[in-house]
């Protein structure tokens, strides 16, 4: 199995920054990409940013310039970089990554719990 754990949330005020981290750990025996999707009070779970495992990345329009994903691949770790953070930004942030276990030999996405992100003065 696989867990996904995220950290970093908080509140913070309009202009902030926070940096999100999540680690995966477990039987793994390769990441082939990670993402961060929130979801809002009422709203759908969006994508917010991913990072393929060859480096590439994709952002929402809504955060580009604002955000940044990268990732510490030894360490099985993703980040997201949030400047410049607006009210609109609160939601809960999930991370997601798709992985090969290495027991039993088989890819699968999972999903993290969760961190909290609020937005206010």
């Known amino acids: 199995q696989v867990q996904l754990v995220e950290s970093g949330g908080g509140l913070v005020q309009p202009g902030g920054s926070l940096r999100l981290s999540c680690a995966a750990s477990?039987?793994?025996?390769?990441?082939?990409?990670m993402h961060w999707y929130r979801q809002a009070p009422g709203k759908q779970r969006e994508l917010v940013a991913g990072?393929?495992?060859?480096?590439?990345?994709n952002y929402a329009d809504a955060v580009k310039g604002r955000f940044t994903i990268s990732e510490d691949t030894a360490k099985n770790t993703v980040y997201l970089q949030m400047n410049s953070l607006k009210p609109e930004d609160t939601a809960i942030y999930y991370c997601?990554?798709?992985?090969?276990?290495?027991?039993?030999?088989?890819?699968?996405?999972?999903w993290g719990q969760g961190t909290q992100v609020t937005v206010s003065s």
């Open positions: 997601n990554a798709h992985v090969v276990t290495k027991t039993p030999l088989r890819a699968s996405w999972y």
């Open positions: 477990g039987s793994i025996f390769s990441i082939d990409a």
């Open positions: 990072v393929l495992s060859g480096g590439d990345t």
